[in-house]
């Protein structure tokens, strides 16, 4: 089969290599239909992520049809349609029992992280994928869904809501602010709106996101390139500042912003990947009571999430702004890395 394989910082090549095969009772083969690339592998084909080696498949997310379960796979059949989840959870460890995968502990790849295709086993950028612990770790997809929008169940959307919106402890009434607006922080504006907050501000330096925010639910932008952006956001709370505040970018700036913009007794929730220390200004935060929370997203809403989009409660196939075929995936690449200029937000590429 084709595959976009990692050959280290910098390099990646669309290129032959041998099907996967079953290699434990629990696991299942998936075709893959559609996936798509995430920040997150930019981040590895700049080396950021040293555990992911040269010869790994890259890709976390997608779409698929079983065509292999092994003998132990209970709950799927070949010709199934199926979410394939960034994180695998082997539903029995300790971590998974407490609705936690994020860290499963069983024994693939390395023990300890949930998060381990296109890292410490081949990904779903692939014609074909391997999927350890297919009962727990596959989402069968009702037919009404399309793949553009179960596409975003892998990843973004679990994300934006677990680690932004519920982490934050979103209430009905509240201000929230989202600091960046790509597709995690979109992703939390547009769940945000399941506990009916009295307003979403998206805050980011791209104009473009800003206007895509507003369609996805923000009711106000602020563009924090301007001088007195922090005034502006405090005037639309009742001058003490947010509820919630999420940080979807990952700089020490956006992380420090959030806590400026917190009220007393409020939350700020990261969600972004930080690769250098971050200064948590705690003599000024202990005495507002304020909460700082982090997370790997778990992905045990993509249930939850999934019914809503059924219903047409969310609509998360509007974050496909490319279409590819899975031998366009350099071209797609492409695309994506330039985000700034081609207005990416999630390309979609299918067999
Ligand atoms: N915690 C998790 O489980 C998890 C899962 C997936 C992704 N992430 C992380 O979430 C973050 C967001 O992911 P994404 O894919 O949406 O990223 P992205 O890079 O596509 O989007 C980031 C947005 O932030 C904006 N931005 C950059 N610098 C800014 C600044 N100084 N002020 C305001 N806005 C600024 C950009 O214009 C962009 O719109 C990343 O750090 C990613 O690694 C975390
Ligand atoms: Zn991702
Ligand atoms: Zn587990």
Known sequence: MKALVFHGPGEKSWEEVPDPQLATPTDAIVRVDTTTICGTDLHILKGDVPAVTDGRVLGHEGVGTVVEVGSAVNGLREGDRVIISCISSCGSCSYCRQQLPSHCLADEGTSGIGWIFGHLIDGTQAEYVRVPFADTSLHRLPAGVSDEAALTLSDILPTGFEIGIRNGRVKPGDVVAVVGAGPVGLSAIMTAQLYGPSRVVAIDLDANRREVAKRFGATDEVDNSQDGWQDEVMAMTDGL???????????????????????????????????APVELALQEL??????????????????????????????????????????????????????????????????
Request: net charge negative; with cysteine; charged share 20%.
């Open 241 to 275: 500042g947010v509820d919630t505040a999420i940080e979807a970018v990952g700089i020490p700036q956006t992380f420090t912003m959030c806590t400026e913009l917190i009220r007393p007794g409020g939350t700020v929730a990261n969600v972004g990947v930080h690769g």
């Open 286 to 351: 202990w005495i507002k009571d304020v909460a700082v929370t982090t997370g790997l997203v778990s992905a045990t809403t993509t249930p939850m999430l999934l019914r809503l989009v059924e219903q047409g409660r969310l609509q998360p196939e509007q974050f496909v702004t490319h279409r590819f075929r899975l031998d366009e995936m350099i071209d797609a690449y492409d695309t994506f890395t330039r985000a700034a200029e081609t207005q990416a937000m999630k390309v979609a590429i299918s067999r």
